[in-house]
């Protein structure tokens, strides 16, 4: 990338962060950010949840924007949706502050400065300024924050941009088919990378690329009558720039996961959203599928029984509220729904070494 070209990125970060830095109050944080410290803050923008092995995120709204401006000291996070708006600014930790997760929302992520390099479905990625890249539903990924970057997030519920694509033949458009098919629900890994030509980086196509993100931002900031129209507006003519193989590469990664996934899926919602001692039978008539296949198929995926798992979710739940509540173990085995009284101190010990009793006054 010649001097010239890197030094329209620059501007165009600096242009971006003043739009947010003059529409939304940055509240500094003294210490290191965690991922408690995120989840509280941004809750009310990004619901996160935590699964098996990655997190499940949720939007408040149908259209959210995440601005990260990330340096090796500081880190500046813009949250902006239709309700509202809240930024966060803090020292960079030592620790990655992103998690492996997904979502149920389409995600477009457009890298205005530096570069971020990503774990895709296991696979690393390294994204440049210009990169642009867009993720269904099913896919896992997580940032890893290595270098300098600045980058917009965009994230669309399902219904709110297949609004878009009404109207318009998806022939010869990957990024149409894209939408068309990832706004009802599919089993696909599916993701879109958008990487500009030469022509792409040229001064010209970065300016434009950049106000059209600029535009959006600032309807999104300031919320006057309309705006959401407008957005529409910049929004398609966004599209019609990645759409242009003159100025990008459109490269498609798309591959499908095992038939029942699904219902492991739901399984795993199901066991975590409740987190009682569930039996066999309660789930299998809560998902309408057979008791002995959901064992199996959970079995299949994690390489541990239906009821080892349950168990020791409800140990760690017992756990939690001994910490942070004031209910005795009785109160805890009945809320868990616990055999009895003499099962569950057995187990509770098993696993962490002491009764519950001991577990409390030591933590405290």
Request: aromatic share 12%.
């Amino acid at each position: 990338m010649n001097t010239q070209v890197s030094d329209i990125f620059q501007e165009n970060k600096s242009r971006m962060l003043q739009i947010a830095n003059t529409n939304v109050t940055l509240f500094p944080i003294d210490k290191n950010i965690t991922l408690s410290h995120l989840t509280s803050l941004s809750n009310k923008f990004i619901e996160i949840r935590e699964g098996n092995s990655y997190y499940h995120q949720t939007i408040s709204s149908n259209l959210v924007i995440y601005l990260m401006d990330y340096t090796i000291d500081t880190t500046r996070q813009y949250l902006i949706s239709t309700e509202s708006s809240a930024g966060i600014c803090s020292q960079t930790p030592d620790m990655n502050i992103s998690q492996l997760h997904k979502h149920d929302y389409l995600e477009m992520f457009y890298l205005i400065s530096g570069e971020l390099d990503f774990i895709i479905e296991g696979t690393h990625k390294r994204y440049r300024a210009g990169d642009c890249c867009f993720i269904n539903q099913n896919v896992r990924h997580v940032e890893v924050y290595q270098k300098d970057y600045c980058a917009i997030y965009l994230s669309f519920r399902p219904d709110f941009i297949e609004s878009f694509c009404s109207g318009h033949q998806t022939e010869g458009s990957e990024l149409l088919r894209f939408i068309k098919r990832n706004t009802s629900q599919n089993s696909q890994i599916d993701y879109l990378d958008f990487v500009p030509t030469n022509y792409g980086l040229s001064t010209k196509n970065i300016g434009d690329m950049n106000l059209y993100f600029e535009h959006i931002l600032e309807e999104l900031l300031q919320k006057q009558p309309g705006y959401l129209d407008i957005i529409s507006g910049y929004l398609k003519r966004l599209f019609a720039l990645l759409q242009s193989p003159k100025y990008y590469t459109c490269m498609n990664t798309r591959f499908y996961q095992k038939a029942d996934f699904g219902l492991f899926e739901k399984t795993l919602d199901y066991v975590h959203s409740h987190k009682y001692k569930l039996t066999r039978a309660q789930i299998a008539e809560a998902l309408h599928y057979n008791g002995n296949y959901i064992s199996d198929v959970f079995l299949s995926h994690t390489g541990v029984t239906l009821a080892d798992y349950i168990r020791d979710i409800c140990l760690q739940e017992a756990a939690a509220l001994l910490l942070n509540t004031e209910l005795s173990a009785a109160d805890i085995i009945r809320r868990l729904g616990f055999e009895n009284r003499t099962t569950f101190y057995q187990q509770f010990k098993k696993k962490y070494g002491l009764t519950p009793g001991e577990y409390r006054s030591s933590k405290n």
